[in-house]
């Protein structure tokens, strides 16, 4: 018997990850810079609060708001200073973008596993991982009374509060594209940076902020995985594909932070939808429906290019630098 | 008039780029209340010195006034503040936005997309035009969104409007529109300027020009003071002959015949509708049209890159054998002597490959015919150096790649490739586009003796007044179908025009 009311909590928390990734991501696509990065930003970000939070609990700290405060602010920095580092590249330099962002993921991943592997060390740990567990208890305190309204409490109150952000932040993300001036000249620039350039709009300044917020978002979503998702064990590699699967994730959205709410939780199901098909002995067959994410977003893909709606299309001037003085 | 304090005043403006002078020391002056053509061939900064003025770009030195007061321009947000507002040549609108979104981008203050709609509507009663504040700017027309831009510039309360060639893609009809809209702004007292390579447009709607020629300022006077000739003359410098050669066909044999020519596009969209012609040799068939009648397909389908849904297009050669061309592949046709030059509308998109030099993109045509694996580099850079030299391409090299030359350089490498093949077809559109007088004329010349060598030529063209001087024929598309084939000499502009808009020309008036 599928069990729908432990499945759906678990693939909520496997789409929160993505769900990061994706706002993140789609809030700097808006802008015209296709950050390939964010696999490596989202490594940044998770191991940026690993480390702010190794040091406090090894201090012996006691303060339940540094806990949380020192974590976050450490893994908002992590991935603040990746996306200057990317906004350098591709905004002032103006290289290329992909090759950029490629190298800044293999970048974010070598930095988290060295960082973390160098922990690893000083705890002198056993095992090859990291176990934050006081910090994690504040991350992964669900709402109170969770466990006392049944199946109500367990499919919406039971997680941690990063996990409540991550959909307060893709919906305001939405309005704040659509609804809002900020929101008008951000697409202004993603499609045709020429034309907002001539509307008075500070292209750099717009590309530099929204890549910048889009990674400090995306970085949340590595610090939820650790501190909330794996009860604060960090190992190497330990984040896995998830930061590609958020970009996938941002084409199935078609650019709709408020969509990707709950296709992050679809993405979320279909990831972990192996654990819970019982497929005998065979591995082939579970690794047949790990690919389902991806077999999803091309079906998404071919279905939005063959509808060929314009509203639906990547920003125009996507993956391309601007100059105001170029030919 | 004489007395008045002018609205702009530009004095010793230079501006380089790298080596490049492209304005040195000019001084213009702009009046409220009267409309200034700004006169000068490609590359003669008349478009770099209006960016200047609006924010685009910034003076390396000299100073510009607006009221008698000297301002600094920064950006354009500096020059929207001061009245000035742009419509660029290559329309600065977002296509996925509605009008109204378009319109209200960069402006400060809260979003509301409702008030923004009300204000357009007024601005739009009080001048004549007519904008959808919902409509997405894709689903325009060309003119469409030329009023959404000017409409901005309004919105936005400037009172100096500078318009780089606004008539480059419009239909006589909607020129005569554009013009009683300006009029009527100038009577309102606003300063306008328009940038035009079009010596008839210059003398019908401007009051005032002046004039550009390498960087610097020839000169300014009223527009009833002067005739063509004369600013022709000081454009380019020295005198030029303003009339285009029609010299009659020699000899004229059916060339290419057309029956019943069909055409999808990939959306399912019929872009062109039984259309039958015949191309003669020694003959310049011009084809009018508004953009998007299908003019661009019918050339691809001659030239074998545009399926075909029903029809045929037979070739047929000097000793009157025929051939069919659909189903072979556009090298076959090639081959046969069908050379196609089509200049899109940001000029690069087609023929042409922009990162790689002038003599390059002349090997694309001819790298088949080196021996064995290697490629036959000589020619074709010899090639290059002639062309450079007879269609007066300004360029540092042959060995410049090809997006760094400015668009009519671009143009001319093009057409000359295609007329260097010794072809017995030639397709070309929109040849002369954006091309200043003095360059087009060159291009005309070349298409002329095209035409005397023999070939059938099959000359697209946006300015209906060269088209009616240069083609022994016109047809006329429109909406996919032939509204009519008219013989060139003697032709009306306005019937040709109405042609274009309505199948067969008949008015209802």
């Not at chain 2, 006077?221 to 009659?248: F, S, Y």
């Amino acid at each position: 018997m599928f069990d729908l009311i432990s499945f759906i909590p678990r693939a909520i928390m496997q789409g929160i990850p993505l769900l990061y990734g994706s706002t993140g991501e789609t809030l700097t696509e808006k802008s015209g810079n296709l950050n390939l990065g964010i696999p490596g930003i989202m490594y940044a970000g998770a191991i940026s609060g690993v480390v702010g939070a190794f040091f406090y609990e090894q201090s012996g700290g006691t303060s339940g708001f540094l806990y949380v405060a020192i974590p976050l602010v450490c893994s908002l920095l992590g991935s603040l200073l990746m996306g200057l580092l990317y906004c350098f590249l591709t905004v002032t330099l103006r290289a290329n973008q992909n090759v950029t962002g490629l190298a800044l993921t293999t970048f974010g991943v070598g930095l988290g596993n060295f960082f973390g592997g160098s922990l690893i060390k000083l705890a002198g740990a056993e095992v090859p991982a990291i176990v934050l567990s006081n910090t994690s208890r504040y991350f992964s305190a669900t709402l109170p009374g969770a466990d006392k309204l049944g199946w109500f409490g367990k499919l919406f109150m039971s997680y941690g509060f990063l996990a409540y952000m991550a959909v307060l932040i893709a919906l305001a993300a939405s309005y704040l594209l659509k609804r809002t001036r900020v929101g008008l000249h951000l697409r202004a620039v993603g499609e045709s940076p020429t034309t907002a350039d001539a509307a008075g709009i500070n292209v750099s300044k717009y590309k530099y902020v929204s890549t910048c917020a889009g990674s400090v978002v995306a970085g949340l979503g590595g610090l939820y995985y650790i501190m909330d998702y794996t009860k604060g064990i960090w190992s190497s590699d330990a984040f896995g594909d998830r930061g590609w699967l958020a970009i996938a994730l941002v084409i199935f959205t078609i650019w709709r932070p408020n969509v990707g709410v709950l296709a992050s939780f679809l993405f979320g199901g279909l990831y972990i939808l192996h654990m819970y098909i019982p497929s005998g002995m065979n591995l082939a067959v579970k690794e047949l429906y790990k690919m389902a994410p991806y077999v999803v977003t091309i079906v998404v893909l071919v279905i939005s290019s063959m509808r060929n709606k314009r509203e639906n299309q990547p920003p125009a001037s996507l993956g391309l630098a601007y100059f105001r003085e170029d030919r | 008039m004489d007395n008045k304090i002018p609205a702009v005043t530009m004095r010793d403006i230079t501006k380089r780029f790298g080596s490049t002078l492209a304005n040195d020391k000019v001084w213009l002056d702009i009046y409220r209340g009267e409309i200034l053509a700004l006169l000068g061939e490609n590359g003669s900064g008349k478009t770099t010195l209006m960016n200047m003025l609006s924010g685009i770009y910034f003076p390396d030195e000299g100073e510009i006034q607006i009221d008698g007061k000297d301002v600094v321009i920064r950006s354009p947000k500096d020059a929207f503040d001061l009245g000035v507002g742009m419509i660029h040549q290559h329309f600065k609108l977002v296509d996925v936005l509605t009008a109204a979104e378009n319109i209200v981008l960069g402006l400060p203050g809260k979003l509301d997309l409702k008030a923004a709609a009300q204000k357009i509507r007024e601005i739009c009663d009080a001048y004549g035009f007519e904008v959808d504040p919902d409509q997405k700017v894709y689903d325009m027309s060309v003119s469409q969104k030329q009023t959404v831009e000017i409409v901005k510039v309004l919105y936005r309360g400037a009172d100096i409007l500078i318009l780089d060639e606004p008539t480059a893609v419009l239909t006589p009809q909607e020129i005569d529109k554009l013009f009683t809209v300006l009029r009527n702004m100038r009577d309102d007292g606003k300063a306008i300027v328009i940038i035009t390579h079009k010596m008839h447009e210059v003398e019908a709607l401007s009051d005032r020009v002046a004039i550009l020629r390498h960087g610097q300022f020839i000169g300014d006077m009223p527009t009833k003071k002067t005739n063509a000739q004369e600013m022709t003359n000081m454009m380019v410098g020295h005198a030029v002959t303003l009339n285009i050669d029609r010299p009659e066909p020699e000899n004229p044999k059916p060339r290419i015949e057309v029956k019943g020519l069909t055409v999808r596009s990939m959306d399912g969209i019929l872009k062109l509708d039984d259309v039958s012609f015949t191309a003669y040799s020694g003959e310049i068939l011009g084809i009018a049209g508004i953009s998007g009648c299908g003019q661009k397909e019918l050339l691809e389908a001659i030239a074998g890159l545009q399926p075909v849904e029903a029809g045929s297009i037979s070739y047929i050669d000097d000793n009157g054998g025929r051939e069919e061309l659909i189903g072979k592949d556009p090298l076959s046709i090639q081959q046969m002597g069908v050379a196609l030059s089509f200049v899109p509308e940001d000029r690069l998109g087609m023929g042409l490959v922009g990162n790689m030099d002038i003599g390059n993109n002349m090997m694309l045509r001819s790298y088949r015919s080196g021996r064995g694996i290697f490629t036959n580099r000589k020619a074709p850079y010899k090639l290059a150096h002639q062309m450079v030299d007879f269609l007066e391409i300004a360029t540092p090299s042959v060995e410049t790649p090809v997006r760094r030359l400015s668009g009519g350089n671009v143009q001319k490498v093009l057409v000359g490739r295609e007329i260097a093949n010794a072809p017995s077809v030639l397709l070309t559109a929109y040849a002369v586009r954006g091309l200043d007088i003095n360059s087009s004329y060159l291009i005309y010349d070349t298409i002329n003796a095209q035409k005397m060598r023999g070939v059938a030529v099959i000359y697209v063209g946006e300015d209906l007044d060269v088209l009616l001087e240069l083609a022994d024929r016109i047809l006329v598309l429109c909406g996919g179908k032939v509204s009519g084939i008219v013989p060139g000499r003697g032709a009306k502009k306005r019937d040709v025009g109405l042609m274009m808009t309505k199948l067969g020309g008949k008015s209802d008036e």
